[in-house]
């Protein structure tokens, strides 16, 4: 039986296979390259994936109806991580309908193609801690009432968590929703705060901050997500049939604090632009992870002191700088 990991060339859903693939576990993912940021990256990430024999690769849309089952028959598949959506806050402004798109009638066909999968164990799919909005008053409890996004994606990640308690009513599907807290790393994605300084501090150009004293994010390394990711694959609710966790750090950082991080990764100081806050951005994102602690024993043990030089060296090392 396969497990069918959606957005897999992405920087999660990388990570991800690599950790499934080298577990001895068969993965087909699926990625329709968008140029949101870089194809080039997404294809050096599935050129890691293709040296291992059980992973397979197919280039979909998930918004196109029936896709899915083109790629693979449902009956095969054993358990769904659907990592696939448009992410971004403030392009979310910009391009509004790539988020309805995605994010709605995407996550849509990978509900339909789960109701067909008569073995299907397990649904995983990703949320976002934009969900609990613009508030200072965290940490931020998956109990918490989240009806107040503060961007589209936040709206359509709340619109998602919907649609699956829709279907674990109707037709009984085990699900677990991952509310992520700013995910970083190497592989990352280049839209990012760390990624954009890392880049311009490098090239001596001048980074802009904005609302810079009063930013925080929870940020949290990869490693620490996979190792929780690949743990709940296997690890579907059987009380409720649906779950939904956050997963981050529980530490949030300034963002000076952050810029100062890569700043020492770096070795040199960056050249600084301060602005206002935009359109769209939150101010604080804080994870309580109880939930996730108890459940399966998640525990991130990574800080920005440690997680952003890696990123860097790695950085230094994919550009050849």
Not at 16 to 39: F, H, I, K
Not at 260 to 283: F, N
Request: some cysteine; hydrophobic content about 40%; charged content about 20%.
């Amino acid at each position: 039986m396969t497990i069918l990991v959606t957005g897999a060339a992405g920087f999660i859903g990388s990570h991800l296979c690599r950790a499934l693939l080298a577990a001895g576990e068969q993965v087909v993912g699926v990625d329709n390259l968008n140029d949101y940021y870089t194809p080039a990256l997404k294809q050096a990430r599935l050129e890691q994936l293709a040296k291992f024999e059980g992973f397979r690769f197919s280039q979909c849309d998930i918004a196109d109806d029936g896709a899915l089952e083109k790629v693979i028959s449902p009956d095969t598949v054993r358990v769904v991580v659907n990592l696939a959506a448009q992410a971004g806050v403030r392009y979310s402004i910009e391009n509004p309908r790539a988020y309805g798109r995605s994010n709605l009638t995407g996550y849509l066909n990978v509900l339909e193609f789960s109701r067909a999968a008569k073995n299907l164990q397990h649904l995983v799919y990703a949320s976002s801690s934009s969900v609990y909005g613009d508030r200072t008053d965290g940490p931020f409890v998956e109990s918490d009432i989240v009806r107040k996004p503060s961007s589209l994606y936040a709206a359509t990640k709340i619109s998602g968590e919907m649609m699956s308690q829709s279907y674990v009513h109707l037709y009984g599907i085990p699900m677990t929703g991952l509310r992520f807290f700013t995910v970083y790393g190497a592989w990352g994605r280049p839209d990012m705060a760390y990624w954009i300084f890392t880049e311009k501090i490098l090239r001596g150009q001048p980074i802009k901050l904005f609302a810079a004293g009063e930013m925080f994010r929870d940020f949290t390394y990869i490693d620490d997500i996979v190792s929780a990711l690949t743990t709940i694959v296997d690890t579907p609710p059987k009380d409720s049939l649906h779950e939904i966790y956050n997963l981050g750090n529980s530490k949030p950082t300034g963002l000076m604090d952050l810029v100062t991080a890569v700043e020492m990764a770096c070795g040199q100081e960056a050249e600084k632009i301060y602005l206002p806050k935009q359109m769209g951005d939150v101010s604080e994102t804080f994870a309580d992870i109880s939930r996730a602690q108890a459940a399966f024993g998640y525990d991130p043990k990574t800080t920005i002191q440690d997680g952003i030089p890696v990123f860097v060296d790695w950085y230094r090392d994919f550009y050849k700088i």
